[in-house]
């Protein structure tokens, strides 16, 4: 039989769309993942390269007893150094001594618990603690992850050499999403290649900002190479000055995790950090050893009226609406058309801070309810501005509502 040319064409397009059929099913689009920032635990902020098993098991064990896991915390990430070398086929190998049963066990454990399981990689040829990176086998790695039962790749960027950093994450994004499961991409560039203007194209979940963060109120420090630095908290928060409109549900800018509770800032300064988190719409990802909490540090992590700010489904990044010297004031859009407030005192003693309606984009007249959000309390009507007295390097947190 002859077959005229269309026929032919058209016969070849259903095949083409049938064989596609499956593929797009199993496909899973990264937009989908993270549509409010990411909540979990990271291994790194405490301890480094010692990672485990057991410590590990500990850890998601400990989110679920702690009530973490019902204040909305779901990741258990493991971060680097779980890898040692790759086999004769190119498969990475986890570190035999620390990990005896393999990565799966480990994520099976922490499914059980109705948690999701995260590791780490890097887009170069080797980890920033020079264990093997993720060049050249990006494909054979994300389906080992998806094996393992991976839900979050945070890639990282050392040792990358001349690469472009948007096509390499671009390629680990396609090479994830070809492994068939849902794993959330956290882009770890640090923002040399300013990721906010290109991680949600190429399907990035969330990107970091910034150099790591240390666990100090201020300041930063160069690294011996003069390349990057370790940051305080506020010097992070001022890099996040402008980016707020790159960020959304499904592709958020990343701060770096948390160090709420490792011991290098009092309480007063860990409540401001994990305040200004949830205001910049930023992933909240513990780095403490949640097996030892100080009750104090339990109730900041815990507080679920900041984590609901955190968290708000409008997905906005909040932003700088007011800046006096030392004195600053965070406002965050909410979905019912509430406003979040954060009143920063980043001096060294006490001062009142008012944020006016204007700052909030309310007309003056208007009364609105204002409610403390450490304090769980109303503290009424206010109209056209609202101001608190706010101890050195402390936080009021109020929300807003009409
Ligand atoms: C970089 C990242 C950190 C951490 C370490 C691990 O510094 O920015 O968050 O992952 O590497 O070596």
Same mark, same amino acid.
């Given at each position: 039989?002859?077959?005229?040319?269309?026929?032919?064409?058209?016969?070849?397009?259903?095949?083409?769309?049938?064989?596609?059929?499956?593929?797009?099913?199993?496909?899973?689009?990264?937009?989908?993942?993270?549509?409010?920032?990411?909540?979990?635990?990271?291994?790194?902020?405490?301890?480094?390269?010692?990672?485990?098993?057991?410590?590990?098991?500990?850890?998601?064990?400990?989110?679920?007893?702690?009530?973490?896991?019902?204040?909305?915390?779901?990741?258990?990430?493991?971060?680097?150094?779980?890898?040692?070398?790759?086999?004769?086929?190119?498969?990475?190998?986890?570190?035999?001594?620390?990990?005896?049963?393999?990565?799966?066990?480990?994520?099976?454990?922490?499914?059980?618990?109705?948690?999701?399981?995260?590791?780490?990689?890097?887009?170069?040829?080797?980890?920033?603690?020079?264990?093997?990176?993720?060049?050249?086998?990006?494909?054979?790695?994300?389906?080992?992850?998806? @094996?393992?039962?991976?839900?979050?790749?945070?890639?990282?960027?050392?040792?990358?050499?001349?690469?472009?950093?948007? @096509?390499?994450?671009?390629?680990?994004?396609?090479?994830?999403?070809?492994?068939?499961?849902?794993?959330?991409?956290?882009?770890?560039?640090?923002?040399? @290649?300013?990721?906010?203007?290109?991680?949600?194209e190429v399907g990035g979940n969330l990107?970091?900002?910034?150099?790591?963060?240390?666990? !100090?109120?201020?300041?930063? &420090?160069?690294?011996?190479?003069?390349?990057?630095?370790?940051?305080?908290?506020?010097?992070?928060?001022?890099?996040?000055?402008?980016l707020a409109s790159y960020a959304g549900?499904g592709h958020w800018n990343d701060p770096?995790?948390?160090?709420?509770?490792?011991?290098?800032?009092?309480?007063?300064?860990?409540?401001?950090?994990?305040?200004?988190?949830?205001?910049? @719409?930023?992933?909240?990802?513990?780095?403490?050893?949640?097996?030892?909490?100080?009750?104090?540090?339990?109730?900041?992590?815990?507080?679920?009226?900041?984590?609901?700010?955190?968290?708000?489904?409008?997905?906005?990044?909040?932003?700088?609406?007011?800046?006096?010297?030392?004195?600053?004031?965070?406002?965050?859009?909410?979905?019912?058309?509430?406003?979040?407030?954060?009143?920063?005192?980043?001096?060294?003693?006490?001062?009142?801070?008012?944020?006016?309606?204007?700052?909030?984009?309310?007309?003056?007249?208007?009364?609105?309810?204002?409610?403390?959000?450490?304090?769980?309390?109303?503290?009424?009507?206010? &109209?056209? !501005?609202?101001?608190?007295?706010?101890?050195?390097?402390?936080?009021?947190?109020?929300?807003?509502?009409?």
């Open positions: 039989m002859k077959m005229s040319r269309e026929v032919v064409v058209v016969c070849f397009g259903i095949l083409l769309l049938v064989a596609g059929l499956p593929a797009q099913e199993n496909n899973p689009t990264s937009s989908a993942l993270a549509l409010t920032p990411p909540m979990g635990w990271n291994s790194w902020n405490k301890f480094a390269c010692n990672v485990s098993e057991d410590m590990i098991k500990g850890m998601a064990d400990a989110m679920v007893k702690s009530g973490m896991k019902d204040a909305g915390y779901q990741y258990v990430n493991i971060d680097d150094c779980w890898q040692v070398s790759r086999d004769s086929n190119g498969n990475i190998v986890a570190d035999p001594q620390r990990f005896p049963r393999g990565m799966k066990a480990v994520g099976d454990y922490i499914h059980s618990l109705g948690l999701k399981f995260g590791v780490y990689s890097d887009a170069g040829s080797k980890t920033c603690a020079g264990r093997p990176g993720g060049l050249g086998h990006e494909y054979q790695d994300a389906l080992q992850y998806a @094996a393992w039962g991976v839900d979050y790749l945070k890639y990282d960027w050392c040792n990358t050499t001349t690469q472009d950093a948007k @096509a390499s994450y671009a390629n680990i994004r396609a090479a994830l999403d070809a492994s068939g499961r849902a794993i959330v991409l956290s882009i770890c560039e640090w923002g040399t @290649a300013k990721p906010w203007l290109w991680g949600k990107w970091r900002t910034t150099g790591d963060i240390s666990d !100090k109120w201020e300041g930063s &420090t160069k690294w011996p190479d003069g390349i990057c630095c370790s940051n305080g908290m506020l010097a992070i928060v001022d890099q996040q000055v402008g549900p770096d995790m948390l160090e709420v509770g490792n011991g290098g800032m009092n309480d007063t300064e860990y409540r401001s950090h994990f305040s200004l988190w949830a205001i910049l @719409a930023a992933p909240l990802i513990a780095g403490n050893d949640l097996r030892s909490m100080r009750p104090e540090i339990h109730d900041i992590l815990t507080n679920r009226e900041v984590i609901a700010v955190d968290q708000d489904a409008l997905g906005r990044e909040g932003t700088r609406v007011a800046k006096s010297g030392d004195l600053e004031v965070w406002a965050k859009q909410l979905r019912d058309g509430s406003r979040a407030v954060v009143l920063l005192n980043r001096g060294g003693s006490e001062k009142e801070i008012t944020v006016t309606w204007e700052d909030l984009g309310y007309p003056n007249h208007l009364s609105a309810a204002v409610r403390d959000l450490w304090q769980h309390k109303e503290l009424g009507k206010f &109209t056209g !501005k609202f101001s608190a007295s706010v101890e050195s390097h402390a936080v009021v947190m109020v929300t807003v509502k009409p």
